[in-house]
């Protein structure tokens, strides 16, 4: 119980953190701004990206490249919370259903956890950005058929953690796409 508690504080606190990022005014500089403004002005989420680059130590320092890396280790890490948040679910429903639903979600995580980011982290950094495309929008694939298992469903505990990781999905191909236009 004290563990699963720990997991909904650490999701609130994202969320909360998120919350306030993205609800504070971002300040641009006059004339053509910094690159990670440059980059995030290209997604279809500014906020996110911004908040997500700016707040990592790396990103002035980084290129377009570098700041995709960054992008896809956060969905790494978003996911690998998801997944974590996910097995504490399942061991405390007594919903068969919901237990059932849960380990489908569960089932389409740890690809996106334990193969599919990582292979796409690699290929950004090994200059394969058609593959890291290809693994990102994967990574989205398994998000979504997960998100399905719950449609139409009364009880959606993964819809909010989904839909970030959907947000951050389409920051990360953004970005890649980029690279991928060079």
């Known amino acids: 119980m004290r563990r699963s508690s720990l ?78 948040y996910i097995e504490e679910l399942i061991k405390q429903t007594s919903d068969e259903q919901l237990e059932q639903q849960l380990a489908f979600c569960a089932e389409s995580y740890i690809p996106v956890v334990k193969y599919i980011l990582p292979q796409a982290a690699d290929a950004i950094n090994q200059g394969r950005f058609g593959f890291a495309s290809y693994c990102i929008v994967d990574a989205q694939k398994e998000v979504n058929a997960c998100d399905k298992k719950f449609s139409g469903a009364s009880q959606a505990p993964l819809s909010d953690r989904n839909d970030i990781m959907q947000k951050l999905v389409d920051v990360a191909a953004a970005i890649v796409k980029l690279l991928l236009n060079g």
């Open 7 to 84: 997991f909904v504080s650490s999701f609130l606190l994202h969320i909360l953190l998120l919350s306030c990022i993205l609800f504070t005014p971002t300040h641009s500089s006059d004339g053509d701004g910094d690159l990670v403004d440059q980059i995030c002005k290209k997604t279809p989420f500014y906020d996110l990206c911004s908040s997500i680059l700016h707040s990592n130590p790396l990103a002035p320092k980084s290129d377009s490249k570098g700041m995709a890396l960054i992008m896809v280790n956060d969905i790494l890490a978003n996911a690998t919370d998801t997944l974590s």
